[in-house]
């Protein structure tokens, strides 16, 4: 069975900090992991997948195989980071659905 | 607004009572996808419809629920004999092959 999961569900940082988000993950094989945020009043949105490595909002994420890990990090954390962000996994194709962990409340004050 | 509509957008009825809501995805996404939230919780998955065909069903999904995607375009659940355990929030998503996954808005239920 595949399970997401995000060990904290809050996380309060100063403006400017460093932030990592954790996730970890079970599955066996190799799944493709995602971020999805969403801020306040508005709907869930995709952050960034793994296989894109890109660098989001200066969100970035990396994939530690070993670990089984994908955890969420921005160097310094800006006021309107401020959301609930979401780990999630699917197993890689077209017809494969999203398994989400509980989230995190990220709250950067100024 | 061109995203995953749905309605309503939220919904308050009776213990028993039915209830139906509404998902029109992006118009070109042929994959359609129902996720339930409760508070506390991420999102669980419901249901998917690759154009009109329910590929695969949770067994979150009772007999109670039941949904449709006729003709491949807007997509429907229903909750029959509605109880307090289905309040949530009910997600839709769509998108097209392996595209990113777009969310409405969400229906809120809340049943008394």
């Known amino acids: 069975a595949q399970r997401v999961t995000q060990p904290e569900k809050l996380l309060s940082v100063f403006k400017g900090a460093p932030v990592e988000l954790k996730c970890n993950y079970s599955?066996?094989?190799?799944?493709?992991l995602f971020w999805y945020v969403q801020y306040s009043r508005q709907r869930l949105q995709l952050l960034l997948r793994?296989?894109s490595r890109e660098s989001i909002k200066g969100f970035t994420a990396d994939l530690n195989k070993g670990e089984t890990s994908f955890h969420l990090k921005k160097p310094f954390a800006q006021e309107e980071d401020s959301a609930m962000y979401y780990c999630?996994?699917?197993?890689?194709?077209?017809?494969?659905?999203?398994?989400f962990g509980k989230g995190i409340t990220l709250s950067v004050r100024p | 607004d061109t995203g995953v509509s749905q309605n309503p957008r939220h919904k308050i009825t009776k213990r028993g009572q039915n209830v139906t809501f509404r998902c029109d995805p992006i118009s070109e996404h042929n994959r359609l996808y129902w996720y339930r939230q409760t508070l506390g919780q991420g999102p669980e998955f419901l249901t998917y419809f690759q154009n009109e065909a329910q590929l695969e069903k949770s067994r979150l999904l009772s007999d109670r629920f039941s949904a449709e995607r006729p003709k491949g375009s807007f997509s429907t659940l229903e909750i029959q004999r509605t109880e307090q355990g289905d309040s949530a929030m009910y997600l839709c998503a769509s998108r097209v092959s392996t595209g990113e996954l777009f969310f409405g808005e969400g229906s809120r239920l809340t049943v008394l």
């Open positions: 793994h296989i």
């Open positions: 999630a996994l699917s197993r890689p194709g077209a017809n494969s659905k999203l398994t």
């Open positions: 599955y066996s094989g190799s799944p493709e």
